[in-house]
């Protein structure tokens, strides 16, 4: 990895979605700092553009102020080209359904709202210098389950998506005067270890007929993240097979 390979920052990156994307920036020669609460599968942990997995619960304030605080000391006064937000949480109740309206705690979607929406408001506002120094660009992970009901999601990941949605927008608009573009990117039914045999009775409502891939998102996030999409922002692309369309 050269001293001149551009820097990106992500959340949740040991499984899923966060790997495979850790997997291309990796592959494209990006030197990477990552954080989730989960260590890097071993396998992954000779990368050496993967620079520094830094254990971290973004739920809890301390632990989201020292992932901040161990990831200025690695990119002190050099540049950030992404930032890329993947980090979410879909909890269960003791029921094992996923937490809703009218089951579980209230403090649930206050635990949902904390890691899937303040910890990138929070992550933006904190890496905001050095971003702007790289004119870089923010990626927000929201989900199809933002934008219309789905079986499986809960109303609180749903409503916290939602929310991180309109977030984008608002993040777009305040941070281009510092020259930073943000936008998001929905996945939809994408196979990974969330994924369970209920998901099946979807795929008649995927017009491609198959469930997406981690790397097809992976691609997407990575391609807002340069030069190619250097005049869009704002923008939630939808990786969905067409789900999103009905």
Same mark, same amino acid.
């Given at each position: 990895?050269?001293?001149?390979?551009?820097?990106?920052?992500?959340?949740?990156?040991?499984?899923?979605?966060?790997?495979?994307?850790?997997?291309?920036?990796?592959?494209?020669?990006?030197?990477?700092?990552?954080?989730?609460?989960?260590?890097?599968?071993?396998?992954?942990?000779?990368?050496?553009?993967?620079?520094?997995?830094?254990?971290?619960?973004?739920?809890?304030?301390?632990?989201? =102020?020292?992932?901040?605080?161990?990831?200025? +000391? /690695?990119? $002190?006064?050099?540049? !950030?080209?992404? &930032?890329?937000?993947? *980090?979410?949480?879909?909890?269960?109740?003791?029921?094992? =359904?996923?937490?809703?309206?009218?089951?579980? +705690? /209230?403090? $649930?979607?206050?635990? !949902?709202?904390? &890691?899937?929406?303040? *910890?990138?408001?929070?992550?933006?506002?904190?890496?905001?210098?050095?971003?702007?120094?790289?004119?870089?660009?923010?990626?927000?992970?929201?989900?199809?389950?933002?934008?219309?009901?789905?079986?499986?999601?809960?109303?609180?990941?749903?409503?916290?998506?939602?929310?991180?949605?309109?977030?984008?927008?608002?993040?777009?608009?305040?941070?281009?005067?510092?020259?930073?573009?943000?936008?998001?990117?929905?996945?939809?039914?994408?196979?990974?270890?969330?994924?369970?045999?209920?998901?099946?009775?979807?795929?008649?409502?995927?017009?491609?007929?198959?469930?997406?891939?981690?790397?097809?998102?992976?691609?997407?996030?990575?391609?807002?993240?340069?030069?190619?999409?250097?005049?869009?922002?704002?923008?939630?692309?939808?990786?969905?097979?067409?789900?999103?369309?009905?």
């Amino acid at each position: 990895m050269s001293d001149t390979a551009k820097t990106v920052i992500l959340t949740g990156a040991s499984r899923g979605i966060g790997h495979a994307t850790v997997m291309r920036f990796s592959q494209e020669g990006w030197r990477i700092i990552t954080c989730s609460r989960d260590d890097v599968p071993p396998e992954c942990q000779r990368d050496p553009n993967w620079a520094i997995h830094i254990p971290a619960d973004l739920e809890e304030p301390a632990s989201l =102020e020292h992932f901040v605080a161990k990831a200025n +000391e /690695l990119i $002190g006064d050099g540049p !950030v080209a992404a &930032l890329v937000n993947n *980090a979410a949480v879909s909890p269960k109740t003791p029921f094992k =359904e996923r937490l809703g309206i009218l089951n579980g +705690e /209230l403090s $649930g979607w206050r635990e !949902v709202f904390e &890691l899937n929406l303040f *910890a990138p408001l929070a992550l933006g506002r904190a890496f905001a210098g050095p971003l702007a120094k790289g004119k870089g660009a923010i990626v927000n992970i929201t989900s199809i389950a933002g934008h219309a009901i789905h079986p499986f999601a809960g109303s609180a990941y749903s409503t916290s998506k939602a929310a991180l949605s309109a977030l984008t927008r608002e993040m777009a608009v305040e941070f281009a005067g510092v020259g930073v573009r943000v936008n998001a990117v929905a996945p939809g039914e994408i196979e990974t270890a969330m994924i369970g045999e209920e998901y099946e009775a979807l795929l008649p409502r995927i017009p491609m007929h198959r469930m997406g891939r981690p790397d097809e998102v992976a691609a997407a996030v990575f391609r807002l993240c340069t030069e190619d999409f250097g005049y869009v922002t704002g923008t939630e692309i939808f990786v969905t097979g067409g789900q999103h369309l009905y």
